[in-house]
Nanobody
Framework: QVQLVESGGGLVQAGGSLRLSCVASRRAISNYAMGWFRQALGKEREFVAAISSSGYTIYYADSVKGRFTISRDNAKNTVYLQMNTLKPEDTAVYYC??????????????????WGQGTQVTVSS
C-alpha cells in the first residue's frame, strides 16, 4: 500500500496562495493516479482534483476550477496542489490519495480505507 504524507498547509488570508505537497513511500506513484481531497469541519470529505499516472489527464471539482492546479513529479514520488485566490470556504484538512484508476479517484472518497494525516488549510476573511 502507498503511504502518504501531506504538508504545506497553514493560515492564509483570503486571496492568498499555498502549495501543498504529498510525498508517497513504499510504492512508486508512477503507476497510480493521484488525487486531492478535503474535509471541512462537520462536513463529508470531498474530491478536489485528480491527475492521471502520466500527468496528461487532470480533473477538478467545479469549486476549485481556475484557482487550483494539481501536478506531479514521479521522480520525487510527490504530487502537488497549488492553491491560488483562496477563499474562506476552502478552509479544510486536505488529504491526498492514490489509485490505479483515474476514474475511481473522482467517485465517493468513502471507498478509500487508508488516509494520511492530512494538512490543515485555514483561510481567514
Amino acid at each position: 500500500q502507498v503511504q502518504l504524507v501531506e504538508s504545506g498547509g497553514g493560515l492564509v488570508q483570503a486571496g492568498g496562495s499555498l502549495r501543498l505537497s504529498c510525498v508517497a513511500s513504499r510504492r512508486a506513484i508512477s503507476n497510480y493516479a493521484m488525487g486531492w481531497f478535503r474535509q471541512a469541519l462537520g462536513k463529508e470529505r470531498e474530491f478536489v482534483a485528480a491527475i492521471s499516472s502520466s500527468g496528461y489527464t487532470i480533473y477538478y471539482a467545479d469549486s476549485v476550477k481556475g484557482r487550483f492546479t494539481i501536478s506531479r513529479d514521479n521522480a520525487k514520488n510527490t504530487v502537488y496542489l497549488q492553491m491560488n485566490t483562496l477563499k474562506p470556504e476552502d478552509t479544510a484538512v486536505y488529504y491526498c490519495n492514490a489509485d490505479p484508476s483515474f476514474a475511481r479517484l473522482q467517485v465517493d472518497p468513502r471507498q478509500f480505507d487508508y488516509w494520511g494525516q492530512g494538512t490543515q488549510v485555514t483561510v481567514s476573511s
